[in-house]
């Protein structure tokens, strides 16, 4: 996606771009565990030496005093950590990607793909770091950096077994995101699941390994969740035609409807379709699905079918087989028809995720390459906001009807039939 940054300085006491302070505060955190992992190095170094009483001889000894090191996106808070030797050889601890006395980032631009790419391999993440202190920096080693990689891997690990029965999960959107590398022997397919809880807050709920979105794959995934605490099915799930995952849903969420991505349909319906025609039958669909009511939704349908069965059967028959599931969203309100007639919550959150994994060029396992995705999902999660229309969630889990997007209250229609 292009489009263009204007970059204005602010008076003080303005509001902040909060992509900006996202990103600096990512900065920070990455920036703290890359120091922290260089310290855990050197404290290996050192962990045979003793003292006389049989102590460690170097141990943690707080923090340097912070300072601010100025990037392309602003000044990034930065705090070193010391160590102590309990012996008389003096022992001073100096971090090589954050060197004394630094300020000042000697290529502040090119700090933006650092911040962007967040470190898909060793030698990447090395070269990616090393600039914010420029070409005098030492950068990481690769023992720094596998410490890292375990860090992620540990972190991950603990999202995974997290419960989830705190909130109640009322829409889910669910995807298969190939990574784009061979990780390993095959490409690897990650499934995910994202959703919405009852304050109208998204966020993932999985991002577990797949094999080829397949039935079992997916039921591991459902029985995952409902064993950490999902009890309550969503009201709507949302996903493309993967026949993996709709199955698995029959069977460990019987009572959830079923909601077609609108952008997959068309995509697949179109490719039944000369490039000719293209063009104006993506008006036809789109006539469909942003329709106002149901009936004028049915009426676009049947229109397409009329228009293209004759000539182009096979794209007539891929849009009239899931019909009722393209549809389902009329049956809930208008204000989140938005989010629920495709999956992008999960395609935006995912759409760097094949140039940064081109970077990489195939070397780094699957359980790495399931930490970094689960990163950069974490760090798209903090800018997500929330469903337009949330307050009619509540009404939703009450169980309230919605009719061509708006709440049937039954004594309002008597009126006006009456009327």
């Known amino acids: 996606m292009n489009e263009d940054t204007v ?7 303005t509001v902040r771009d909060a992509l900006t302070e996202l990103l600096r505060e990512g900065a920070q955190r990455l920036i703290s565990q890359a120091v922290r992992a260089e310290l855990d ?3 290996a ?19 340097l005093p912070a300072r601010e090191v100025l990037t392309a996106i602003g000044p990034v808070a930065v705090r070193v950590p010391k160590v102590r030797s309990r012996i008389t050889e003096p022992v001073v601890f100096r971090s090589s990607l954050v060197p004394p006395y630094v300020r000042k980032a000697t290529s502040v631009e090119a700090a933006r793909p650092w911040l962007y790419l967040r470190g898909i391999s060793s030698g ?19 023992a720094v ?18 419960r989830l029965e705190a909130d109640r999960w009322v829409y889910w959107w669910v995807d298969g995101i190939y990574s784009g590398l061979r ?24 991002i577990e390994d797949g094999v080829r979105e397949s039935t079992q794959s997916w039921r591991e995934v459902l029985l995952g969740r409902k064993a950490r605490g999902v009890a309550t099915p969503p009201e709507l799930a949302v996903g493309d035609g993967a026949l993996g995952f709709w199955a698995a849903l029959a069977e460990i969420y019987p009572s959830t409807r079923t909601q077609r991505c ?18 104006k039958a993506q008006g036809a669909l789109h006539e469909i699905w942003m329709a106002a009511t149901r009936r004028q939704a049915e009426l676009g349908f049947d229109r397409f079918i009329a228009t293209y069965e004759a000539k182009y059967p096979k794209a ?18 208008a204000e989140h028809w938005v989010h629920l007639r495709t999956t992008n919550p999960i395609e935006s959150a995912f759409a760097t995720i094949r140039h940064r994994s081109d970077r990489a060029k195939g070397c780094v396992t699957r359980a790495t390459m399931l930490a970094l995705m689960f990163k950069l999902a974490l760090a798209a999660e903090q800018s997500f906001r929330k469903l337009k229309g949330f307050g009619h969630l509540a009404k939703i889990i009450a169980g309230v009807r919605f009719v061509d997007g708006v709440e049937r209250i039954e004594g309002q229609e008597l009126s006006r039939a009456a009327a």
Do not use: I
């Not at 050192?46 to 102590?55: L, S, T, V």
């Not at 005098?136 to 080693?141: I, N, T």
């Not at 990780?183 to 999985?206: I, P, S, W, Y």
């Open 183 to 206: 990780a390993e022997d095959t490409r690897l397919c990650a499934l995910v699941v994202m959703g919405v809880n009852e304050r109208g807050q998204k966020h993932f709920l999985a």
């Open 41 to 43: 190095e050197f404290l």
């Open 45 to 63: 170094a050192h962990a045979e030496q003793r003292d006389e009483r049989g102590r460690a001889a170097v141990v943690r000894n707080g923090h």
């Open 316 to 333: 007539t028959a891929c849009l009239q087989k899931d019909r009722a599931a393209l549809l389902a969203f009329y049956d809930f309100p």
């Open 7 to 13: 970059v204005r300085l602010q008076k003080p006491g």
């Open 145 to 162: 950096v596998s410490r890292l990689k375990q860090r992620w891997h540990e972190e991950y690990r603990r999202w995974s077994e997290r």
């Open 124 to 142: 990447q993440m090395q070269e990616a770091l090393s600039v914010l202190v420029g070409a005098d920096a030492r950068g990481l080693s690769a």
């Open 262 to 279: 609108w952008k997959h349909k068309s995509m697949n319906v179109l490719n039944y379709l000369p490039k000719s025609v293209q063009g």
